[in-house]
């Protein structure tokens, strides 16, 4: 057997023509379009295509694209006063601060500091608490992504055992809340879980999000699961070159999986589209 493949890509496309319908429709009944206000401080390469790339999505989708670039040795004070300005600017339905933030700047802080209503990561303490609680708020992007996919191969999973490996406000703690309000039955495991192997092999969703390359074997896979590898791991090839690598091992659990996502081409661009369509979801709140 050998599973079907998720194919993010294609997903999301779709929703990315989904939410640009959407902002024609705002634009249309409201006389502007959505904004979305992204602020990078200092000059992490990685950051920088991230931003560049949110922005060019931001505007195919037919949104108003925004764009900091604040120095590396910016104080804390002055980010927090650029978010008070993005808070009061009735243009901005959405603001995403990139992280990682430089060491001088608390990101619980400036996290915080940003209107809930605009938090289009769903990272502020007032949007993991809706989210906890089964409420509407806005919920983080990849995390949602990873649910579209899963319920698009499984449709209803009320029921389902669930695995989540990785606890992180960004990822795992958020997956896990999203599977339990769906009716999944979720265990939330992470770097102090004993036998990982037994919950894995027992789970008919596996959500992978830790950052270590193929550190979920495929024979640890139930047959027949679906299984979802947000890592992102850049390997290094013996050719000097490298590749990009998920935290399952592949081929080995596409053997066994009922349906996987590659990576990369899986959850990735889901990332994006989710996060054009909670900035959609901010507007139509706010307007
Ligand atoms: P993180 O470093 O904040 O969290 C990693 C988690 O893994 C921690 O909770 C830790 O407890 C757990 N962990 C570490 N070692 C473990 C082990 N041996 N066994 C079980 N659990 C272990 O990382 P994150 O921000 O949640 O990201 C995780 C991965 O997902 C990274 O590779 C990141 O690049 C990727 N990521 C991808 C997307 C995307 O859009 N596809 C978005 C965010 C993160």
């Known amino acids: 057997m050998s599973a079907q493949l998720i194919d993010g890509k294609a997903r999301a496309a779709a929703l990315r023509a989904e939410v640009a319908a959407g902002v024609a429709a705002f634009t249309a009944a409201h006389g502007r379009a959505p904004g979305l206000t992204v ?21 195919e989708a037919g949104m108003v694209s925004g764009e900091y670039r604040l120095p590396a040795d910016t104080a804390e004070a002055d980010l927090l006063a650029l978010i008070a300005q993005l808070n009061a600017d009735p243009a901005v339905d959405g603001i995403l601060v990139q992280m990682p933030l430089p060491r001088q700047i608390d990101s619980d802080r400036v996290i915080a500091a940003i209107d809930p209503a605009k938090d289009v990561d ?3 303490p007032v949007n993991t608490g809706l989210l906890v609680s089964g409420r509407q708020g806005l919920v983080p992007c990849t995390p949602s992504g990873c649910l579209l996919l899963i319920r698009e ?12 490996i990785g ?10 809340a999203l599977l339990t309000n769906a009716s999944a039955t979720v265990t939330l495991a992470h770097s102090r879980t004993r036998d990982l192997a037994a919950h894995v092999a027992r789970a008919d969703i596996v959500v992978a999000a830790v950052g ?7 024979e ?49 661009p889901m990332t994006i589209a989710c996060l054009l369509a909670n900035t959609l979801a901010a507007a139509h709140a706010r307007a």
């Not at 602020?39 to 505007?59: E, M, N, T």
């Not at 606890?167 to 896990?176: H, Y």
């Open 153 to 164: 191969a499984m449709g209803d999973i009320a029921g389902a055992q669930a695995v989540v």
């Open 167 to 176: 606890r992180s406000i960004l990822v795992g703690k958020p997956m896990a």
């Open 122 to 124: 769903g990272l502020h």
């Open 39 to 59: 602020v990078l401080v200092g000059d992490d390469p990685a950051s920088a295509v991230y931003v560049a790339s949110k922005g060019k999505a931001c505007r």
């Open 220 to 268: 640890w896979i139930k047959p027949g699961a679906c299984v979802i590898d947000v890592g992102i791991n850049r390997v290094a090839l013996p050719d000097g070159k490298s590749r990009l690598v998920g935290d399952v091992d592949f081929e080995a659990a596409r053997s066994r999986a009922g349906w996987i996502t590659p990576v990369p081409g899986g959850v990735g």
């Open 212 to 218: 270590i390359p193929n550190m979920v074997p495929g």
